[in-house]
T-cell receptor
């Protein structure tokens, strides 16, 4: 089955700096790659996603890039704010089927 | 309000005592799923369902059962819970027909402790 690896497991940045989280996947058939943000005591919430026919997608301060050849995708958060502090998960899926999640990155934004 | 609800939110039980965690969504979603979240392991999919009466095993189905008799409900059943099933459980749903078909909406979680 699919194997998703996520790095780093913890990340601290100064407010205003950028944060980058990277994931790799093993199954070339995967075609959907969402990113979730999980705040303490809550369920994960989708923040951005990308499909395999697109190389990059942006939504305000958040962007995701996908390299299908190398089988990796990354989350970029610019101009970080304290409210960006949370655990972030990447995932890979073949649309309509099983989801495979990374092990999570705990992001701390230092004011 | 569009949401996924889970009950109970917290549960302490003993080994071998059957339990059911309910999950309900009010968004008419076709796809529903159960995950468990453990420290250092991220979220692992237990079972998922593409539609009524259709269920498939995820990564860690052992010791769990599910049913999908109605579109809105997807209960998770532990026939004989064991301590290694102590975990945080999340139900999720998504609309497999819409343009954002894969956006999964997660419930608030059920924290289970098996003694």
């Amino acid at each position: 089955g699919e194997n998703v690896e996520q790095h780093p497991s913890t990340l601290s940045v100064q407010e205003g700096d950028s944060a980058v989280i990277k994931c790799t996947y093993s199954d070339s058939a995967s075609n959907y790659f969402p990113w979730y943000k999980q705040e303490l005591g809550k369920g994960p919430q989708l923040i951005i996603d990308i499909r395999s026919n697109v190389g990059e997608k942006k939504d305000q301060r958040i962007a995701v890039t996908l390299n299908k050849t190398a089988k990796h995708f990354s989350l970029h958060i610019t101009e970080t704010q304290p409210e960006d502090s949370a655990v972030y998960f990447c995932a890979a899926s073949i649309i309509g089927n099983q989801f495979y999640f990374g092990t999570g990155t705990s992001l701390t934004v230092i004011p | 309000e569009a949401q996924v609800t889970q009950n109970p939110r917290y549960l302490i039980t003993v080994t071998g005592k059957k339990l059911t965690v309910t999950c309900s969504q009010n968004m008419n979603h076709e796809y529903m799923s159960w995950y468990r979240q453990d420290p250092g392991l991220g979220l692992r999919q237990i079972y998922y369902s593409m539609n009524v009466e259709v269920t498939d095993k995820g990564d860690v189905p052992e010791g769990y059962k599910v049913s999908r008799k109605e579109k809105r409900n997807f209960p998770l059943i532990l026939e004989s819970p064991s301590p290694n099933q102590t975990s945080l459980y999340f139900c999720a749903s998504s609309d497999s027909r819409a343009s954002h078909q894969e956006t999964q909406y997660f419930g608030p979680g059920t924290r289970l402790l098996v003694l």
